[in-house]
């Protein structure tokens, strides 16, 4: 059976694996993009002590709300452990939220802001292929890192990527 048609308890004890390999992807492009500037660093030790911001849209109301709910108390567990345990090279996480309504132009919306306003050092994706195909699209955008930790829909990850050399 393919994983997106199963749904609720296997459906999510089924993705648990898959968390793990994209969580483990998460620190890997932070170690990639980590800055080693003065803002923010310990004195003298070039390493920075700000913590590493995520930002994510979910739904919490509207088609997709159940899901979303369980998208953002997923993410809340993954860096609530990470904390417990150092945090991303040294520094801890702290994720910001924006709520979708379940709608792909408010997805576009919440990562633009995410991005330009809130200033966040990479996001994750949201829940359903209809939300992150918009939202992988804004990250292509600015050049950001975009962690999809849920995503199984093909066309997420068949885009072309305008920015990407061949």
């Not at 170690?31 to 739904?59: D, E, H, L, N, Y």
């Not at 702290?94 to 132009?105: A, H, I, Q, R, Y």
């Not at 209809?130 to 829909?153: D, Q």
Request: charged content about 10%.
């Amino acid at each position: 059976m393919k994983l997106q048609e199963e749904s609720g308890p296997r459906l999510r004890s089924r993705t648990a694996g898959w968390w793990a390999a994209g969580l483990a992807a998460v620190a890997l492009a932070i170690a990639g993009c980590s800055s080693s500037g003065s803002s923010g660093s310990s004195a003298g030790s070039g390493k920075s002590t700000q913590p590493i911001t995520v930002g994510v849209s979910v739904s919490l109301s509207g088609d997709f709300s159940s899901d979303g709910l369980a998208t953002k108390q997923g993410y809340q567990t993954w860096a609530a452990f990470q904390n417990a345990h150092g945090g991303i090279l040294g520094r801890q996480i702290k994720l910001t939220f924006l709520s979708d309504g379940s709608s792909p132009t408010q997805v576009i919306t919440n990562y633009q802001k995410l991005i330009t306003v809130n200033h966040v050092d990479f996001v994750m994706g949201p829940y359903s292929t209809l939300l992150t195909k918009p939202a992988s699209s804004i990250a292509n955008r600015y050049n950001y890192v975009m962690i999809e930790g849920i995503g199984g829909g093909p066309s997420v990850f068949s885009q072309a990527c305008t920015t990407c050399s061949t």
